[in-house]
């Protein structure tokens, strides 16, 4: 069996005065898991870090572009056995602006801003509403133990 590491997760949310909202995309039905509601998620492309796949993910599926950004204290995991392998996924936190406008790609059908508990009952898999709790805690509760490193020099994409 392969332990591999070639996709992301970014939990884009949006914060202004002590409320918290995260960007829900309803997955397509020509996609894998049609119909089921997830964050930004994508491949790294060869030779790319993959904090600049989770920005170029964040550009190609919303056509947003993060003000902050953050690796987030979690690593996603899931088992293909398909493909016999474990896959390991960063995961990265992106903020936008309240008011940013979303444009969805042809992967999803929809998308919607919701509560982090709404958000919790949405995603399918547990390592996904964990990073939700941590961004969570993180941001409403501040609790700054939780190690998360704001990656400051990032350039975003502005084009896609």
Avoid: C
């Amino acid at each position: 069996m392969k332990i591999i590491s070639n996709m992301i997760e970014a939990h884009v949310f949006r914060y202004e005065n002590r409320k918290l909202e995260f960007l829900m995309l309803k997955r397509g039905e020509k996609e894998i898991y049609p119909g089921l509601w997830q964050m930004v998620t994508g491949k790294i492309k060869k030779n790319e870090k993959a904090y600049d796949a989770a920005l170029r993910e964040i550009k190609e599926e919303t056509n947003l572009s993060p003000i902050k950004f953050w690796v987030v204290p979690n690593i996603d995991s899931f088992y293909s056995h398909e493909k016999n392998l474990i896959s390991l996924l960063p995961v990265f936190a992106a903020k936008v602006e309240w008011n940013a406008k979303v444009k969805i790609s042809n992967e999803h059908t929809e998308f919607k801003w919701v509560s982090p508990g709404t958000a919790k009952k949405l995603l399918a898999w547990n390592g996904q509403r964990k990073s939700v709790a941590l961004i969570t805690n993180y941001f409403l509760k501040e609790i700054d133990f939780l190690n998360f490193v704001e990656i400051k020099n990032f350039k975003p994409i502005n084009k896609f």
